[in-house]
T-cell receptor
Framework: KAGVTQTPRYLIKTRGQQVTLSCSPI?????VSWYQQTPGQGLQFLFE???????NKGNFPGRFSGRQFSNSRSEMNVSTLELGDSALYLC????????????FGEGSRLTVL | AQSVTQPDIHITVSEGASLELRCNYS??????LFWYVQSPGQGLQLLLK??????LVQGIKGFEAEFKRSQSSFNLRKPSVHWSDAAEYFC??????????????FGRGTSLIVHP
């Protein structure tokens, strides 16, 4: 069974640009969540999507957004990039259910110059 | 709001020695607790989880963790460390939200260094 796939793995952007990251969950998983990992703030929850609906959202500005498609694939977008957005962005999928465990992808490393 | 503290930023052990990584949490209700491991350049992998029941939880790769409600702790242990265990370890607590999902809060991580 294929794991969680994130693309691109690495990307470099400049301030003010926008970026879109993609995540393909494990087949059959309907929940996809996103996390930002930085040395300063650690791992922080961004948002979670389940059946194309945002179910939970972390404490991030509106520049961070996401969506989920009918095949459960998800994208997250960051607009008007700031230097502080440089981070490893991790996606995780989870099988349907109340309490679940997370299966993480390898992440997308974003550098903002 | 829930929080997780991992007091040790780095821990160094010799290969074959025992290991204990500390984790303290703050959460008003019954916590859902997790330990994840992250190898360099990789995503996180679940080692074990505690939802309820037996307070000693067995996980993958020979790891175990013990939930102690009185101490608000969920320490990770391994009797004999292998060089391949060198990685970053994250403790997490899940706060249940409406709809049966939860938002996980992660600790800052403990970096494990293994000497030959």
């Amino acid at each position: 069974k294929a794991g969680v796939t994130q693309t691109p793995r690495y990307l470099i952007k400049t301030r003010g640009q926008q970026v879109t990251l993609s995540c393909s969950p494990i087949s059959g998983h309907r929940s996809v969540s996103w996390y930002q990992q930085t040395p300063g703030q650690g791992l922080q929850f961004l948002f979670e999507y389940f059946s194309e609906t945002q179910r939970n959202k972390g404490n991030f500005p509106g520049r961070f957004s996401g969506r989920q498609f009918s095949n459960s694939r998800s994208e997250m977008n960051v607009s008007t990039l700031e230097l502080g957005d440089s981070a490893l962005y991790l996606c995780a999928s989870s099988p349907r259910g109340g309490i679940w465990e997370l299966f993480f992808g390898e992440g997308s490393r974003l550098t903002v110059l | 709001a829930q929080s997780v503290t991992q007091p040790d930023i780095h821990i160094t052990v010799s290969e074959g020695a025992s290991l204990e990584l500390r984790c303290n949490y703050s959460y008003g209700a019954t916590p859902y607790l997790f330990w994840y491991v992250q190898s360099p350049g990789q995503g996180l992998q679940l080692l074990l989880k505690y939802f309820s029941g037996d307070t000693l939880v067995q996980g993958i790769k020979g790891f175990e963790a013990e939930f102690k409600r009185s101490q608000s702790s969920f320490n990770l242990r391994k009797p004999s460390v292998h060089w391949s265990d060198a990685a970053e370890y994250f403790c997490a607590v899940g706060a249940e939200c409406s709809g049966g999902s939860y938002i996980p809060t992660f600790g800052r991580g403990t970096s494990l260094i293994v000497h030959p």
